[in-house]
């Protein structure tokens, strides 16, 4: 028998390797890492991702920029996110150095107060934009590049006002690809929907229809992805990796393409243009998020039967999710996000709950998602509503109402439970700042358990009075 590939080792179980096998020196296809991202039918996938991947996008990095964009790197991204992999090996495998910051919350709180100077910033649109919306975006660099969801003109151009860059790039990629497949980059004002751009190094990409045939520039197709950037697939999950790794048609024998999900379509300059989502996988703040994941963890709780999740868009322009239940008996709001709150991150977590008699159902069917309820705005909290009394408390409601797009906020409200989340902590601490002249850490608010509760922390933070 011919001796196993590299490539066919690094698939096999540690338990099914011989002892030659297990030592044996590390090979470009063995596995770097593995990234978990949120699964439709309640269980997370792991994506596991070689390591000659990994050289591939940092040899991308180091072709596509200079030395000097690459010479300070702001690495603000936690590891349970793929574009550290960007911001850590993007520079440091080309000469580069990186700094290491807690978060992208930190571009508004910088240390002794001083403005991070770098060569290059990346991060998700939206959280970018929320610091800069606050006045909080305390950076310079000359370059950013931003991914993880879709990007807006506006976004792209206040975010390049505020750091002062030269250049921005909107990069797009699932984590099955090692971060990034696409790029696109402009040193003019965005004008329009800004393309996702050409495929990286190495990197094929396919704009097919429903027969996975190509479709012609102009016509909207699901995008498919192939080349030294793929995954070798999910961990320990044959079955899925051989639904969404398929053979591909157009490459060589044995290469594999990655259906992505996404619906594009080519321009007439030869970019590519993302319009959206063919199936429930929708990003919030950044992060890929199955709503089918979250509709199984509700669907498990003892008092429900059955369960949607939707995203609502919020006047502020925000968005939060709205979850739907059908239950065996009344269950309050809190009883179902404390149950979320053991078993999901809290950006999975939903801001609304509705309860049903029935969910609404189309001709074939199926759960209408577009003719759901939206949920009323009753502050988000059981029991009765604690007006606020005190000009303190006035204050506070007032400026969260605003901030969260609520109508009527309490004293027993609690800022998360009522669909706040990170970014709008450091709009909310902006806008205390603004309006009452008080600085308030971030750990303030995680901290408090309510309104009221908060007010008193200000007024014994600073001396005022209730």
């Not at 100077?117 to 590049?145: D, E, F, Y």
């Not at 993880?148 to 860059?165: F, H, I, Q, T, W």
């Not at 705005?377 to 901030?403: C, N, Q, R, Y």
Request: proline share 7%; hydrophobic share 40%; glycine share 10%.
């Amino acid at each position: 028998d011919e001796p196993a590939t590299a490539a066919e080792v690094a698939a096999r179980p540690d338990h099914d390797l011989t002892d030659a096998e297990r030592t044996a020196p590390p090979h470009p296809a063995h596995p770097a890492y593995a990234i978990y991202t949120s699964g439709s039918t309640g269980r997370p996938k792991g994506v596991v991702v070689a390591h000659r991947s990994v050289v591939n996008l940092a040899a991308w990095a180091g072709e596509t920029f200079t030395a000097e964009q690459l010479s300070r790197v702001l690495a603000a991204t936690s590891l349970n996110f793929d574009v550290s992999v960007f911001e850590m090996f993007g520079p440091l495998l080309n000469g580069g150095s990186v700094e290491i910051v807690p978060s992208l919350l930190s571009l508004a709180d910088p240390p002794a107060g001083r403005p991070y100077t770098a060569s290059l910033v990346s991060g998700v649109p939206s959280a970018l934009a929320h610091i800069h919306g606050t006045g909080g975006l305390k950076a310079r660099a000359r370059t950013v590049v931003m991914a993880g969801e879709p990007l807006s003109a506006k976004a792209a151009n206040d975010v390049r006002g505020a750091l002062g860059a030269e250049l921005v790039g909107n990069l797009y990629g699932p984590t099955e690809s090692t971060v990034y497949a696409t790029a696109w980059f402009t040193r003019d004002d965005v004008q329009g929907l800004p393309p996702i751009g050409r495929p990286l190094r190495n990197t094929r990409t396919y704009v097919l229809d429903a027969a996975q045939q190509p479709v012609p520039v102009g016509v909207v197709g699901e995008l498919y992805l192939a080349g030294e950037g793929l995954a070798h697939g999910y961990l320990h999950r044959p079955g899925l990796t051989a639904d969404r790794f398929l053979p591909d048609p157009f490459g060589g024998p044995g290469t594999r393409m990655y259906r992505t999900g996404d619906l594009v379509r080519w321009s007439a300059d030869g970019e590519l243009l993302c319009l959206g989502r063919a199936d429930q996988q929708v990003k919030m703040r950044g992060y890929r998020i199955e709503l089918g994941e979250i509709e199984a963890h509700l669907s498990g709780h003892p008092d429900v039967e059955q369960a949607v999740v939707a995203v609502q868009r919020l006047a502020s322009g925000d968005q939060r999710l709205v979850a739907y239940t059908l239950g065996r008996r009344p269950v309050s709001s809190d009883a179902l996000r404390e149950h979320l709150e053991g078993r999901l991150p809290g950006y999975m977590v939903p801001g609304a709950y509705v309860r049903l008699d029935a969910l609404p159902l189309n001709v074939n069917g199926k759960v209408d998602r577009s003719a759901l309820p939206e949920p009323e705005d009753d502050g988000g909290t059981e029991g009765t509503h604690v007006p606020p009394t005190t000009p303190l408390e006035k204050d506070l409601a007032e400026i969260w109402s605003d901030v969260l797009s609520r109508d009527r906020v309490g004293l027993t409200d609690n800022f998360f439970a009522l669909g706040g989340h990170s970014l709008l902590v450091t709009q909310l601490t902006a806008r205390i700042r603004q309006r009452l002249g008080v600085v308030l850490g971030l750990l303030d608010v995680y901290t408090t358990e309510n309104l009221g509760e908060l007010a008193q922390t200000i007024a014994r933070m600073n001396g005022l009075t209730q």
